[in-house]
């Protein structure tokens, strides 16, 4: 399977700021997808990430608080803006790396707001 | 969209015996089912996935069943170990997105 790298693995911002969350992969990807983890809970997914188009938001994402880039097929930043403390959270970037759906995990970054 | 149900949210057993996690679907168009292992601090893991056209599938100590006509498939391990302690989710795909259950935390006791 793809190596899967993010930065940073962790942390801790002020409120009011952003910050960019990178992904990087080993192998060329065409889709990629961003998720929230919050403590002790599910996978929720923000965002797919295909490149050459714009990202496409699940229901309660919003592009001016989750700005995405994915400038090649090897490469996703998220951006959560506008910090506040319910975005603490842990964001983890997946791929597909065979085209069949399977998807594999970055580390995530676990982000605290204070 | 899909809504993915997953039971039960926490499962305690004996080592050596088998463990059981069931969930349900909702999206007749999703057609791929994979289990996720998550460890404390660490990111999911897949350890096994089915797809639709298949009923079974075995990976030595584990297994998963699907039953499209009821939209449910389960995660079944035998001779449980200690180091099979972890949260376990499930998921469904329609090959567009993916939506997971909310997990299984599965203690293994030695």
């Known amino acids: 399977s793809a190596v899967i790298s993010q930065k940073p693995s962790r942390d801790i911002c002020q409120r009011g700021t952003s910050l960019t969350i990178q992904c990087q992969v080993d192998s060329q990807v065409t889709m990629m997808f961003w998720y929230r983890q919050q403590p002790g809970q599910s996978l929720t997914l923000i965002a797919t990430a295909n490149q050459g188009s714009e990202a496409t938001y699940e229901s309660g994402f919003v592009i001016d608080k989750f700005p995405i880039s994915r400038p090649n097929l090897t490469f996703s930043t998220l951006t959560v803006s506008n910090m506040s403390p319910e975005d603490s959270s842990i964001y983890l970037c997946?791929?597909?790396?065979?085209?069949?759906?399977?998807?594999?995990f970055g580390p995530g970054t676990r982000l605290t707001v204070l | 969209g899909e809504n993915v149900e997953q039971h039960p949210s926490t499962l305690s057993v004996q080592e050596g015996d088998s463990a059981v996690i069931k969930c349900t679907y909702s999206?007749?168009?999703?057609?791929?089912f994979p289990w996720y292992k998550q460890e404390l601090g660490k990111r999911p893991q897949l350890i096994i996935d089915i797809r639709s056209n298949v009923g079974e599938k075995k990976d030595q100590r584990i297994a998963v069943t699907l039953n499209k006509t009821a939209k449910h498939f389960s995660l079944h391990i035998t001779e449980t170990q200690p180091e099979d302690s972890a949260v376990y989710f499930c998921?469904?795909?329609?090959?567009?997105?993916?939506?997971f259950g909310a997990g299984t935390r599965l203690t293994v006791k030695p």
């Open positions: 999206d007749s168009a999703s057609n791929y």
């Open positions: 997946s791929v597909d790396g065979t085209g069949m759906n399977e998807q594999f």
């Open positions: 998921a469904a795909s329609n090959g567009h997105d993916m939506r």
